[in-house]
């Protein structure tokens, strides 16, 4: 089974910043679209941020203008630049190509937001 590696998270006051990383093996991340997750307690996984081989970006409309998702093809590698973190983005974020595929979901990173 192959799995994406997150890291990058932690315990940050609101109003602070991370920034995520997600490495893939090549075989999954060329050619491929990538998208950020996550899972709060309680609550369904969500689609927080995608990205496309050309480029193209969409953002759900929580993290719109405060989250940005990037990716570097020479390193097979996605990132998620998140600012203004507010309470309600205390979660667990997964990175895993677009639609996901359950046998690429890794173990996550833990974002925690304090207010």
């Known amino acids: 089974q192959v799995q994406l590696v997150e890291s990058g998270g932690g315990l940050v006051q609101a109003g602070g910043s991370l920034r995520l990383s997600c490495a893939a093996p090549?075989?999954?991340?060329?050619?491929?679209?990538m998208g950020w997750y996550r899972q709060a307690p309680g609550k369904q996984r969500e689609l927080v941020a995608g990205?496309?081989?050309?480029?193209?970006?969409n953002y759900s409309g929580s993290v719109k203008g405060r989250f940005t998702i990037s990716r570097d093809n020479a390193k097979n590698t996605v990132y998620l630049q998140m600012n203004s973190l507010k309470p309600e983005d205390t979660a667990v974020y997964y990175c895993?190509?677009?639609?996901?595929?359950?046998?690429?979901w890794g173990q996550g990173t833990q974002v925690a937001v304090s207010s």
């Open positions: 895993n190509i677009l639609p996901p595929w359950n046998a690429y």
């Open positions: 090549g075989s999954i991340f060329s050619g491929r679209a």
């Open positions: 990205i496309t081989t050309g480029g193209t970006i």
